[in-house]
């Protein structure tokens, strides 16, 4: 049994489906990432999972808790950090006065440790917060109480990346210390650092749980390449290729293409040509969709 249990979840607005039979669990300790373009139903199953709305259909459970009954939802929210996306705060109040508040709810056992490392400026009006102090009260106050369960949002959206690589870091260190964390993302990159399992979303269904390496091995590389002078026809014609182009520059050649075969093939075929530039980086989220699992991912 899961720490998270989400079980055949369906959530309608009316005609529309946000989220369509979802079901996966997250296991005690484990990183999570819940994975998927902008509008794919991940916020509404949060939502669900959390209590703020009733399922249309399924169950959702943390800890054990059944999170659709009030007095089991009070019972497991009390052990679990929550960080919405866009974190909204009482623009009047202070950073300090909000984790007051926080604090003389929940508890507050971390707040000292997480203000040092996050460093929202405490004694500002919220009104007056960039995006990225809002994104790091959020933060302080979703584990200052010392949660064993913490379910965010798009955690490091309007973070510059020397928070986002804190943030890592802190997740990483969490999970060495057993917490249970599931969030959710748009970027593959993100996930890639701290998660263990992801589950992908496309459209309000599931599309696939896997373990990060796996995922990471499927969804494949962008290759793009500069080489001196014109290339042959059958120029990176090999298995895994896929969407290549090829095009003049000037005196040389542009090329690039999406790779998911052999590293020692794609560098065999590589040593191939004199190479003016060579860039490698993985595919863009939207491409996994595309490419892997079928049909258009959400806009």
């Not at 009030?70 to 300090?96: I, K, V």
């Not at 959710?184 to 589950?199: F, G, K, Q, T």
């Given at each position: 049994m899961g720490v998270i249990e989400i079980?055949?979840?369906?959530?309608?607005?009316?005609d529309l489906t946000a989220v369509d039979d979802l079901t996966f669990e997250v296991a005690d300790g484990e990183v999570f990432g819940f994975l998927g373009p902008n509008g794919a139903g991940k916020t509404t199953a949060i939502r669900t999972l959390l209590g703020m709305q009733a399922p249309t259909a399924g169950s959702v459970r943390i800890d054990g808790h059944d999170t659709t009954d009030?007095?089991?939802?009070?019972?497991?929210?009390?052990?679990?950090?929550?960080?919405?996306?866009?974190?909204?705060?009482?623009?009047?109040?202070?950073?300090?006065?909000?984790?007051?508040?926080?604090?003389?709810?929940?508890?507050?056992?971390?707040?000292?440790?997480?203000?040092?490392?996050?460093?929202?400026?405490?004694?500002?009006?919220?009104?007056?917060?960039?995006?990225?102090?809002?994104?790091?009260l959020g933060l302080v106050q979703a584990f200052m109480h010392d949660p064993d369960v913490v379910v965010m949002d798009e955690p490091t959206s309007g973070l510059d990346p020397l928070l986002v690589a804190r943030f890592n870091?802190?997740?990483?260190?969490?999970?060495?210390?057993?917490?249970?964390?599931?969030?959710?993302?748009?970027?593959?990159?993100?996930?890639?650092?701290?998660?263990?399992?992801?589950?992908?979303?496309?459209?309000?269904?599931?599309?696939?749980?896997?373990?990060?390496?796996?995922?990471?091995?499927?969804?494949?590389?962008?290759?793009?390449?500069?080489a001196d002078g014109s290339l042959p026809d059958d120029a990176f014609d090999i298995p895994g290729v896929a969407d290549r182009t090829v095009e003049a520059d000037g005196d040389a050649t542009r090329v690039s293409f999406t790779y998911t075969g052999s590293v020692?093939?794609?560098?065999?075929?590589?040593?191939?040509?004199?190479?003016?530039?060579?860039?490698?980086?993985?595919?863009?989220?939207?491409?996994?969709?595309?490419?892997?699992?079928g049909g258009e991912a959400s806009a």
């Open positions: 079980e055949s979840l369906t959530k309608r607005y009316g009030e007095n089991q939802r009070l019972e497991a929210l009390a052990d679990t950090g929550f960080l919405p996306s866009n974190p909204q705060f009482d623009p009047q109040a202070t950073g300090r006065e909000i984790l007051d508040l926080h604090e003389s709810i929940k508890g507050g056992s971390r707040r000292d440790e997480l203000l040092e490392l996050f460093d929202p400026p405490l004694d500002r009006e919220i009104r007056a917060y960039s995006t990225g102090n809002v994104q790091k870091d802190f997740v990483r260190a969490e999970r060495e210390r057993g917490v249970t964390v599931l969030f959710s993302s748009h970027v593959l990159s993100e996930v890639r650092r701290v998660c263990d399992r992801v589950a992908v979303i496309r459209d309000g269904a599931l599309v696939a749980v896997e373990d990060v390496q796996t995922l990471l091995a499927r969804s494949g590389k962008v290759v793009r390449a500069r020692d093939a794609l560098v065999d075929e590589l040593d191939r040509y004199s190479l003016l530039e060579l860039d490698v980086e993985e595919a863009p989220l939207e491409d996994v969709f595309l490419q892997f699992y």
